[in-house]
């Protein structure tokens, strides 16, 4: 029995011979909180889409639950125990907040009307208010009561907080990492909003072209991350064969900057050894290492 | 719960029908007074032949597949799906969301063919001396069944266009079909336009049943099809 909630293997995708998924490789472990990281087009929302049995493979494979999801048939088991929210947050304009409530609990037997109650309390989401009266913050808001209220093993969740002030986003990651510590679901999240992902995630995949660069823990990935300054006597150092792991390096003036994906202690070994070279060494944050690996791909 | 969701998304278009009949009667209602007896059946079999099918058309166009594909032209043009995804998310084959999306809208199809024939009888002096209540049902009956061609083909569209195309598809195609029915000779029981006009049971006296069987059977073929590319459908 897998620990992997999902899982894909050579995920390949195009449209129209543009290619948006290039053998992506995804593992995201059971009762994880997942930060699914890319710049725009890299290959998220076709990776969710797929996963969903909206978006049908080209080659490779996909598992969700140890489910392979082929098709929008083979999936529609698999959704009863996710949650989804949508990238563009579209509900149905002609329902009101509780008819879309009433429309959805039906379908999910684990529906949880305490969690429903507690969200339309904390979200202060009219239940008489048509869904276009609604703003887009609101909208969010409604998707998320929608997604987690399912009682879902599995959350999936692209650009969560899209469109909701920081106060309420504070909100919405505090109750996510909640339910995950209270009931242990797995949750697998879109944004482009790093510093949140740094605050909730747990593990992180950056997806760059339709492939994943990174992938893993995020305190291993940014334990194995670190920033050197290499600070040389004169404006030229001698040239140096960086061990493996130095992934950046970049001058400016008399300071060298490396950034180590792993391997850290060599590479400052062998800056100490530049005759009358100072050597820092700097943690990093999840933006450096997003930066430098869409750069570099 | 879906069909709440189908309900909801037609209810209007189905109260601008049935509406719409009042209109329509009018005309049905003075043809009905001022025509005397040897001229009633001509004017109610001009009257069943042209403007029934036509109102029947329009019917199916509209009542057909609202948000089975796309919501809107401007979303369609964009790559945007709307609220479909929401739906998609759901734990629900796409067989059962297409029945019963297809089936409400069939069912109030057929009301509306049901309250305009209902209301033929009863606001049409000299038709209701000719034509008994179980005529009536036998023409609401060969109606609901012949129209189903229209509303299926119209459900086949909806799966590929958003909804404005749809009802301009579907029109296009119901021409279509009706010149291929008034041009060519079809074999009788191909013959669908016929079946709806002047060999519809108050006009001709009998059912046309070859000419339901075949309507019905069309329609299940042209649900099949919309299924099959509902299925295969991405978003």
């Known amino acids: 029995m897998t620990d992997f909630v999902i899982e894909t293997h050579q995920l390949c995708k195009s449209f129209k011979d543009q290619p948006a998924l290039r053998g992506l490789d995804l593992h995201v472990q059971a009762g994880s909180i997942f930060g699914f990281l890319g710049r725009n087009g890299a290959g998220k929302t076709t990776t969710i889409k797929t996963l969903m049995g909206l978006l049908r493979a080209d080659t490779g494979s996909a598992h969700v639950f140890g489910v392979p999801v082929t098709d929008a048939d083979s999936a529609a088991g698999v959704r009863r125990r996710i949650g989804f929210v949508t990238e563009d947050k579209e509900l149905y304009p002609y329902m009101t907040v509780e008819q879309i409530i009433r429309f959805t609990r039906p379908f999910f037997p684990s529906w949880r009307r305490d969690l429903e109650q507690r969200y339309l309390e904390m979200f202060e989401l009219p239940k008489a208010r048509r869904i276009p009266d609604l703003s887009k913050g609101m909208r969010s808001k409604l998707m998320l009561l929608l997604a987690i209220a399912r009682g879902a093993e599995l959350l999936i969740l692209d650009e969560p907080t899209d469109g909701l002030d920081p106060a309420a986003t504070e909100d919405v990651l505090r109750e996510l990492v909640s339910i995950t510590g209270s009931s242990g679901i797995t949750i697998f999240f879109s944004s482009h909003q790093l510093s949140e992902v740094e605050l909730i995630a747990d593990h992180v995949g950056i997806v760059d072209q339709g492939r994943m660069v990174v992938s893993g823990c995020l305190d291993d990935l940014k334990a194995r991350h670190q920033r050197v300054h290499v600070v040389l006597e004169s404006g030229e150092g001698p040239p140096v064969r960086w061990p493996e792991g130095a992934e950046s390096i970049r001058q400016e003036g008399r300071v060298v900057s490396i950034l180590c994906s792993h391997n850290a202690d060599a590479i400052v070994e062998q800056a100490q050894s530049i005759p009358g070279a100072t050597v820092e060494r700097f943690p990093v944050t999840l933006k450096e290492i997003f930066l430098e690996h869409a750069r570099s791909n | ?235």
């Open chain 2, 1 to 235: 719960m879906l069909w709440l969701k189908g309900w909801l998304e037609t209810r209007f278009r189905l109260l601008f029908m049935l509406i719409f009949t009042a209109p329509l009667l009018f005309v049905m209602h003075s043809a009905g007074a001022h025509a005397t007896a040897s001229s009633v059946s001509g004017r109610v079999a001009g009257l069943v032949s042209h403007v029934i099918p036509f109102f029947i058309v329009f019917t199916c166009a509209f009542l057909a597949g609202a948000g089975i594909a796309t919501q809107t032209s401007f979303q369609a043009s964009k790559g945007l799906h709307g609220s479909a995804l929401f739906t998609l998310s759901m734990p629900v084959r796409r067989l059962r969301l297409l029945a019963v999306r297809a089936g409400i809208g069939w069912l109030e199809t057929s009301a509306v063919i049901g309250v305009l024939c209902c209301e033929m009888w009863l606001e049409i002096p000299m038709q209701r001396a000719g034509v008994t209540p179980i005529e009536m049902f036998e023409q609401a009956a060969t109606l609901i069944a012949c129209s189903s061609v229209i509303y299926f083909l119209s459900v086949l569209l909806a799966t590929m266009l958003d909804d404005q195309w749809r009802v301009r598809g579907t029109v296009l195609a119901s021409v279509g079909i009706w010149v291929l029915c008034t041009q060519l000779s079809l074999p009788a029981f191909a013959d669908i336009a016929h079946g709806i006009g002047e060999r519809s049971p108050i006009v001709a006296h009998t059912i046309p049943w070859n000419v339901m069987a075949f309507s019905l059977g069309l329609s299940a073929i042209l649900f099949f099809a919309a299924l099959k590319i509902a299925q295969r459908r991405e978003y």
